[in-house]
Structure formats: structure tokens, C-alpha cells
């Protein structure tokens, strides 16, 4: 699969994983999953693209973007924030 947006199917997995219910897209620990994606998709794309510094600076932004995410959520529910860094199995 190509460097493409997440697939409908994929964000709905996603949202019914780590959300209130099926329509809690906006909550810290939904965006966080679907920034994680993302970045994975991105990350191989610029290590097989590795002059592609557009793309680059885009996977740098989203990683900046999830941090924030991250920092909210653990000031604001830990047991949460653990949850989903242990599940999506990235640094905290």
C-alpha cells in the first residue's frame, strides 16, 4: 500500500478500540491512535524516500502533534494515558 490516508474501515477499527463509543472521534486517546498510524505509514515512506524532506517535515509535525496529545492526556487521566501507550506500544 502506498503513502495514502488511513482507509475508512482502518479508522473506524481504530475509533471503536480506544474510544467512548463508535462516534468518539475527538477524544485524546482516538487521536493519539490514529496519529500513531500515521506516523508508522510515514516512517516508511521517508526510510525507503529518504531525500523526500516534504514528507519529512510532515512526520515530524504529526510526532510533535501526538506528544502534545500524550502530555494533556497524562496530566489529565493517567490510567488512560497508560493504556494507550502500552497498547499502541510507544514510548510514554
Same mark, same amino acid.
Given at each position: 500500500r502506498r503513502?495514502?490516508?488511513l482507509t475508512i474501515e482502518e479508522k473506524e477499527s481504530i475509533v471503536s478500540k480506544f474510544g467512548e463509543n463508535k462516534m468518539d472521534t475527538?477524544?485524546?486517546a482516538v487521536q493519539i491512535a490514529l496519529l500513531t498510524s500515521r506516523i508508522?505509514?510515514?516512517t516508511t515512506h521517508? +526510510?525507503?524516500h529518504k531525500k523526500d524532506n516534504h514528507? @519529512? @517535515?510532515g512526520l515530524v509535525m504529526l510526532v510533535g502533534q501526538r506528544k502534545r496529545?500524550?502530555?494533556y492526556l @497524562?496530566? +489529565?487521566d493517567l490510567e488512560k494515558y497508560e493504556n494507550v501507550v502500552n497498547e499502541l506500544k510507544i514510548r510514554g
Open positions: 503513502n495514502m490516508p475527538g477524544s485524546a508508522r505509514q510515514l521517508v +526510510t525507503k514528507s @519529512r @517535515r496529545l500524550m502530555k @497524562r496530566k +489529565t
